[in-house]
Each structure stands twice: as C-alpha cells, then as structure tokens.
C-alpha cells in the first residue's frame, strides 16, 4: 500500500495522468504512447483511483447523466423514451455509473 502525501496534487498533472490511464484502458496505444511523451510523464504513472474502464470513462457517464439526459427530451424533439430507455438499461444492469464512481472514490480524496 502507497503512503499518501499530505500535498495536494497538481490539477493538470493529475488530468494528464487519467487521460493517459483512459486512453491506455481504451486500446489507443499510439495516442497514450504520444501523450505520455507530449505531457512528460513517467512511463509508470498510474492514477489515484484506478478503475477497469478508467476514471474518466466513469466520470463522463455520470457527467452524460446529469447534464444530457434529464435533457434529452428537448434535445431530440420531445422523445423521452430513449432518456427513459437509457435509465432503465442503466438500473436493470447495475450500471448506474454515478453511484459505481462515488464508491471507488477514496476517502481521502
């Protein structure tokens, strides 16, 4: 178990490195490959919270539920069944990404 440090750290460090870990968990090898050396990261940098589809996949769920699909319905011309759909598919499969996100966050965070 890694020793946690009382710092902060760096915001955009921290971005980078779960860009990294996202693109790397997404099979984009030559893109992880060009952003590890464009953002100068160490070739083992792993992130705080590491999750099998990554952090920001999980994190832009939750953002797609909050803010898209409470909307959807004035976004695709007053269709809610598919905002009702992807709600339903997300309850029956347990994949309610925001309640999955909160729970891997640590404590400490």
């Known amino acids: 178990q890694r020793a946690m440090s009382n710092e ?3 915001p955009e460090n921290m971005l980078n490195v779960y860009i990294l870990d996202y693109l790397n968990k997404q099979g984009y090898n030559q893109s992880a490959d060009m952003f590890l050396k464009e953002a100068s990261l160490e ?10 589809d990554g952090f920001i ?8 539920d909050v803010f898209f699909v409470p909307n959807a319905s004035e976004t695709i011309g007053n269709n ?3 905002t009702t759909s992807h709600n339903d598919n997300n309850q029956i499969n347990g994949n309610n990404a925001q309640s999955n996100c909160i729970k891997l966050l640590p404590t400490n965070f």
């Open 43 to 52: 070739n083992d940098t792993k992130p705080r919270i590491d999750i099998p």
């Open 8 to 10: 902060a750290p760096d």
């Open 80 to 82: 809610t069944q598919n």
């Open 57 to 64: 996949f999980e994190w832009w769920y939750v953002f797609w």
